[in-house]
């Protein structure tokens, strides 16, 4: 098996390369992830990507969890920390919020959003019901449940987060798939729907390569999900869900050539609103205005140097 570290230096190779920005991106104080703000956005720069969007889970409202998130008392001490490392690297962090959507919570969760001067929302979901699909601690509770229902409900409800319009970008498009659990009758139809949905509201939908580290091994979303939505109107734009430093940008070239594939030409890259750097004022949460970019070439990856048999050793 290939080691950690030359995988890590190959990735951060491949990053480089595209010069996109990962807009999706943990740190320590969710209780699940590991590194600080600060190593965060010194890998983003190290990998070459052209900004890093911070945001971490937003603390749940129906429940304390220390595990899943931090705690609401600490939201006021993450944006700080946030806003002051954008003073020190101007012009390359978004201060970002992963949202949970469920239509339980959604009044409450608007209200915090709207408390907090967020540059952008991502809505995920994460919840069917009370039912948390995706928890590690919670996977055996798949058992027994009809997955080709899980799965439309679960569209469904990805379909009710993007036509809120409370969220700038919409989080992981099918990962109810994380586990490998596939519909047994094809779900052609509600994929369309949901591309349909996404389609007519301005919410952009993240190529997430998060999956590709799941045991399911995929992109989220999959090519033909990328292709409905390109049919459909939707944009796209990059995240890594990375809660290691070492994940940030990862995979960032096998989500390129996926994009590129499905037929898009552009992405969305946010834009820096003045607000973030010269004063501390608030603006709606999620309203910072898109650029479509030009898709990058992908630049080949270089021949890693070959080790003759024998030959080692030589310093
Ligand atoms: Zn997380
Ligand atoms: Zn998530």
Wanted: a negative charge.
């Amino acid at each position: 098996m290939t080691t950690d570290v030359t995988n890590v230096k190959r990735e951060a190779l491949w990053a480089r390369g595209t010069g996109l920005p990962d807009y999706h991106t943990h740190n320590s104080r969710c209780g699940h992830a590991r590194g600080s703000l600060r190593e965060y956005v010194e890998a983003a720069l190290e990998r070459g990507l052209s900004g890093i969007g911070v945001s971490d889970h937003l603390p749940l409202v129906h429940t304390r969890d220390p595990e899943l998130s931090m705690a609401l008392s600490e939201l006021e001490a993450y944006v700080c920390d946030v806003r002051d490392l954008q003073t020190e690297y101007p012009g390359f962090i978004l201060l970002g919020i992963e949202a949970d959507y469920r239509p339980d919570t959604f009044d409450d969760v608007h209200g915090v959003l709207g408390s907090y001067p967020f540059d952008y929302v991502i809505g995920s979901v994460h919840y069917l019901d009370e039912w948390p699909f995706d928890d590690p601690r919670q996977r055996h509770t798949w058992e027994g449940r009809d997955v080709d229902d899980v799965w439309r409900r679960y569209f469904d409800m990805v379909g009710e987060a993007a036509e809120t319009g409370a969220f700038t970008l919409i989080g992981h498009l099918d990962l109810v798939k994380k586990w490998g659990h596939r519909p047994l009758r094809p779900i052609e139809d509600a994929a369309r729907t949901l591309a349909e949905r996404i389609g007519r509201t301005d919410a952009v939908v993240e190529v997430n390569t998060s999956g590709l580290r799941k045991p399911v091994a995929e992109l989220y979303p999959d090519l033909d999900l990328l292709r409905l939505l390109r049919e459909h109107g939707a944009a796209v734009t990059f995240g890594s869900d990375a809660h290691s430093p070492d994940d940030v940008g990862r995979d960032f070239a096998a989500a390129l050539a996926a994009v590129r594939e499905a037929g898009f030409d552009s992405y969305a890259a946010l834009e820096y609103p003045p607000t973030s750097i010269e004063s501390p004022d608030h603006h709606p949460a999620g309203c910072v205005g898109r650029t479509p970019r030009a898709i990058p070439a992908l630049r080949p990856l270089p021949t890693p140097p070959q080790t003759k048999a024998g030959a080692k050793g030589s310093r």
